[in-house]
T-cell receptor, first 115, second 110 residues
Framework: KQEVTQIPAALSVPEGENLVLNCSFT??????LQWFRQDPGKGLTSLLL?????REQTSGRLNASLDKSSGRSTLYIAASQPGDSATYLC??????????????FGIGTKLQVIP | EPEVTQTPSHQVTQMGQEVILRCVPI?????FYWYRQILGQKVEFLVS????????KSEIFDDQFSVERPDGSNFTLKIRSTKLEDSAMYFC????????FGPGTRLTVT
């Protein structure tokens, strides 16, 4: 059974700091990994998608890496801003026993960037 | 840019009543999902739908729940007899190469 863990559960940093959020998964047979952001009371916004054949993806100040063999992904946020304060979730896409897609989410890391 | 839409944004219902939550996924997507999030807790998978049938469901998705894609565009989640513990945000999502979420429906059961 696929399990996704995100560490730390919460993080508080001063504005301008670079930071790393971690996501680990127990079964390396994934085909995609997607990072989301969730603001309080809102839906999930896609940040980055990494396919299993890729090692990393970048979008602006965000960089996500994937190491399938070790079951790990990191989300790097450069020069953090107060507007980055949110909960960050990772989701891994894999197959169920019937060959259909299955998605497993981590519990998320709650980030607070202090001005 | 295409998006996933959900209606209503907020639904209040009495315990024991039936509710139908509606979603319009992105039209050319292949998989459709329902998730729920109880206030302050994690996003929980309920069910996924592929090729007009359920492809995966969680333990939460018991006989009280059902999903339909009645007309090829709408995707609905029905809760037959709501309980207090069904109060949550319900998110619909669709997937082609990545997953896109709707804004959610807040369900309050009184």
């Amino acid at each position: 059974k696929q399990e996704v863990t995100q560490i730390p559960a919460a993080l508080s940093v001063p504005e301008g700091e670079n930071l790393v959020l971690n996501c680990s998964f127990t079964d390396s047979a994934i085909y995609n990994l997607q990072w989301f952001r969730q603001d309080p009371g809102k839906g999930l916004t896609s940040l980055l998608l990494i396919q299993s054949s890729q090692r990393e993806q970048t979008s602006g100040r965000l960089n996500a890496s994937l190491d399938k063999s070790s079951g790990r992904s990191t989300l790097y946020i450069a020069a953090s801003q107060p507007g980055d304060s949110a909960t960050y979730l990772c989701a891994v896409f894999h197959r169920n026993s019937g060959g259909y897609q299955k998605v497993t989410f981590g519990i998320g890391t709650k980030l607070q960037v202090i001005p | 840019e295409p998006e996933v839409t959900q209606t209503p944004s907020h639904q209040v219902t009495q315990m024991g009543q039936e509710v139908i939550l509606r979603c319009v996924p992105i039209s050319n997507h292949l998989y459709f999902y329902w998730y729920r999030q109880i206030l302050g807790q994690k996003v929980e998978f309920l069910v996924s739908f592929y090729n007009n049938e359920i492809s995966e469901k969680s333990e939460i998705f018991d006989d009280q729940f059902s999903v339909e894609r009645p007309d090829g565009s709408n995707f609905t989640l029905k809760i037959r007899s709501t309980k207090l513990e069904d109060s949550a945000m319900y998110f619909c999502a669709s997937y082609l190469y990545e997953q896109y979420f709707g804004p959610g429906t807040r369900l309050t059961v009184t």
